[in-house]
């Protein structure tokens, strides 16, 4: 089995960082992509951000140049950083990985999910 743990989640006010971790362990054998989605209260869950292991990025419009995504590959860790903070960002925000295990089997796993709230 493979899980990831997600932290760095909390309170900040407009305009503030947070930096958002999330490792994977168990099983692995390699990860292809990862990347952070989010969902807000009575929205549906939404693409965020990915990063591909050769460390190509994409970003939703919505974050563009306030987010930074990265990953550290010996440590199966992706790093979401967030600046200039909006109200609007404020969601669950959840962590994704495609997982090739020791198994041999590709595996799309989740985290459980970190609250972020945007509040003054």
Do not use: H
């Not at 407009?14 to 099983?27: I, K």
């Not at 997982?99 to 003054?120: K, N, R, Y």
């Amino acid at each position: 089995q493979v899980q990831l743990v997600e932290s760095g989640g909390g309170l900040v006010q407009p305009g503030g960082s947070l930096r958002l971790s999330c490792a994977a362990s168990g099983s692995i054998f390699s990860i292809s992509r990862m990347g952070w989605y989010r969902q807000a209260p009575g929205r549906q869950r939404e693409l965020v951000t990915t990063i591909t292991s050769g460390g190509s990025t994409d970003y939703a419009d919505s974050v563009k140049g306030r987010f930074t995504i990265s990953r550290d590959n010996a440590k199966n860790t992706v790093y979401l950083q967030m600046n200039s903070l909006k109200p609007e960002d404020t969601a669950v925000y959840y962590c994704n990985a495609v997982i090739l295990t020791v198994a041999m089997t590709w595996e799309d796993s989740w985290g459980q999910g970190t609250q972020v709230t945007v509040s003054s």
